[in-house]
Antibody
Framework: QVHLVQSGAEVKKPGASVKVSCRAS????????FHWVRQAPGQRFEWMGW????????KYSQKFQDRVTFTRDRSAGTGYMELNSLKNEDTAVYYC??????????????WGQGTVVTVSS | EIVLTQSPGTLSLSPGERATLFCRAS???????LAWYQRRPGQAPRLLIY???SRATGIPDRFSGSGSGTDFTLTISRLEPEDFAVYYC?????????FGQGTKVDIK
């Protein structure tokens, strides 16, 4: 069985940073591209960017360009999303998702369970 | 960015009926790079269709996608009990990738 296993819920104050992990289970992390997508309460899914599992190249949505960093530990089969300068509006469920094997298509065939990040003073 | 508008908001149907869901883009989706997902309560989204009409691995053939440019359709030919869920479209033709607001298919 293949899974993406994410780290647990986080509560942060405005201005702080959060780092969420995403571990590949049942498949080889470096064979895929991974994206981060979030969903705030009552809002649409919002794409944040992608990370290539093999060479670590990244692409960020312009909206998050200045505040987000994606990294990975190939040996651990794990990716990370760090979001800085948190605001109340960053309260959301954050998902790590796997790109389909055909990288012409940024469609997502496997989703993590989601990590709830709450930003509150 | 491309805004995706899904309609209807809710579709109330009976098992065995045909469901037709729509996704309209605010501008043309390059290469028809549009995907559809199903989300059942308490579960992660499941990829159904990509590049407008290609079924993802393991997706039953009662699910079909069509359309091009700005107008796309997901059709479920005969609803099974497990198909009552929320459906989302997503475009990956122009950055940033964006999602529709969802259509809920519920039991009449």
């Amino acid at each position: 069985q293949v899974h993406l296993v994410q780290s647990g819920a986080e509560v942060k104050k405005p201005g702080a940073s959060v780092k969420v992990s995403c571990r590949a289970s049942g498949f080889t992390f470096s064979n895929y591209v991974f994206h981060w997508v979030r969903q705030a309460p009552g809002q649409r899914f919002e794409w944040m960017g992608w990370l290539k599992g093999d060479i670590g190249d990244t692409k960020y949505s312009q909206k998050f360009q200045d505040r987000v960093t994606f990294t990975r530990d190939r040996s651990a089969g794990t990716g990370y999303m760090e979001l800085n300068s948190l605001k109340n509006e960053d309260t959301a469920v954050y998902y790590c998702v796997r790109n389909v094997p055909d990288t012409r298509h940024d469609a997502f065939d496997l989703w993590g369970q989601g990590t709830v990040v709450t930003v509150s003073s | 960015e491309i805004v995706l508008t899904q309609s209807p908001g809710t579709l109330s149907l009976s098992p065995g009926e045909r469901a037709t869901l729509f996704c309209r883009a605010s501008q043309s989706v390059s290469n028809n790079y549009l995907a559809w997902y199903q989300r059942r309560p308490g579960q992660a989204p499941r990829l159904l269709i990509y590049v407008a009409s290609s079924r993802a691995t393991g997706i039953p053939d009662r699910f079909s996608g069509s359309g091009s440019g700005t107008d796309f359709t997901l059709t479920i030919s005969r609803l099974e009990p497990e198909d009552f869920a929320v459906y989302y479209c997503q475009q990956y033709g122009s950055l940033p990738w964006t999602f529709g607001q969802g259509t809920k298919v519920d039991i009449k």
